[in-house]
């Protein structure tokens, strides 16, 4: 099992290790250092020896999975954090697990991605324009992370979004869970929130601007591809496809009309 390691970590790596790089590339590969959480390193670790019968035969990642997109994109993503057996086992967010099919689905019909589906980190993959990452970078137990788990993970999405402020104008976030987690990364990152806080829904839309106020960010909502989300059809296909069109749309990134 490739993630495996030892060596305790300090609680503040994440803060420390985010504030000393440079560009996108080095941030996913420290990121993919880090051991801060013990109960994540635990359960990671574990998903990635015991396995799933499915999966018997493959080296599991078993780390923290970094973003994955061009470090230049106008629209980011946010999840939620890597499936036990998604992209803890492939190394790529969003791989390998039915929320990524539905989400990679999703992107290719549009145009935004370069193939449909989403297996391993070596299948060929592009994003054009889009970046996809995650507040909390380790696979949780249940998919539910703590408060302090995702504080603990925060100085990574931070410095992510950092690196990519001179191209972005559009955000989609997937999910209660991300929209909350970004709100306070964005106004420590020098965005201006609206009061009172813009809440969660699905098509919301809230517009940030910087401190000068000659920027704007536009945050967007939508409800998550989860397997249950997906099958209850509370978010279908043609409803994530609008989403993210929106976010596209806004942020300035060709789209193309999908299949009927």
Known sequence: MRGSRTTPQAHDFPSVAAARVDSVRELDEAEATCRACPRLVAWREEAGRVKRRAFRDWEYWA??????????APLAIIGLAPAAHGGNRTGRIFTGDPSGNAL???????????????????????LYGVRITVPVHCAPPANRPTTTERDTCRPWLARELELLR????????LGGFAWQALLPVLTATGWQVPRPRPAFGHGA?????????????????GYHPSQRNMSTRTLTPAMLRDVLRRGATIAEVPVRRPPA
């Open 166 to 173: 001179p191209t972005l104008r559009a955000i989609v976030a």
């Open 205 to 221: 839309h809230a517009q940030l601007t910087d401190a000068r106020g000659e920027r704007v960010l536009h945050l967007i909502g």
């Open 104 to 126: 990679y689905a999703a992107l290719y019909d549009l145009g935004l991605a370069s193939q449909p589906l989403a297996t391993h980190c070596d299948d060929g993959m592009e």
């Open 63 to 72: 780390r923290p999975v970094p973003g994955f997109g061009p470090p230049d």
